[in-house]
């Protein structure tokens, strides 16, 4: 998992390179875990991490990486094994945007923008969750955003595809669901 994580990292930088934009940017997250019995709450977490676009006129992709840190708190639960605090999940998000400028375009002054996408979350380290998760978590997503000259502001919602765990043989896990608020910078290259 760490060769392909650093591979994805090498790629991406890789491409960043040839980019129009480099992205820099920092927010926050709410995320909730839930099945059919058992839900953790989200509570604020927070990213931080740098996104790249290409693309002319109204189309345009943006990779992204962010290091990601996901608070939950147990709220209520039926599941009789299930012993959690306040647990954290922090690793590396990487969310692929394929957007669209719904008024403007990636040279005006202020432009509304739509995208979407899928996205992958890498687990490197928790806390008060036990052994048994899933390293990796894929999702997919979408969101609208909006560019201010220099500055830009995403709001998006994922969903995830995968469980976060499956080792439980007593509880269904089920998946992360999360809402993501970004600001930052668009630096022209």
Known sequence: MKTLLAFLCLLFF???LSAQRLKP???????????????????????IGLG????????????????????LEFSQGSSPNLQVGFPELNGIRIPLNLGMYLIGNSESLVAW???????VFFLLDQKDFGDELQSTNWGVFAGTGLNISFLFIDLSYEW???????????????????FFANAGFRLKL
């Open 14 to 16: 890789s491409y960043s």
């Open 52 to 71: 790249v676009e290409f693309g002319e006129g109204k189309m345009y992709v943006e990779p992204g990486i962010y290091y990601t840190s996901k608070n």
């Open 160 to 178: 995830s595809v995968t469980n976060i765990s499956t080792q439980f043989a007593s509880i269904d896990f089920g998946r992360t669901n999360g």
């Open 113 to 119: 923008r739509a995208f979407g996408g899928p996205s």
């Open 25 to 47: 940017s920092g927010g926050l997250n709410f995320s909730n875990v839930s099945s059919s019995e058992d839900v953790l709450n989200g509570k604020s977490g927070w990213q």
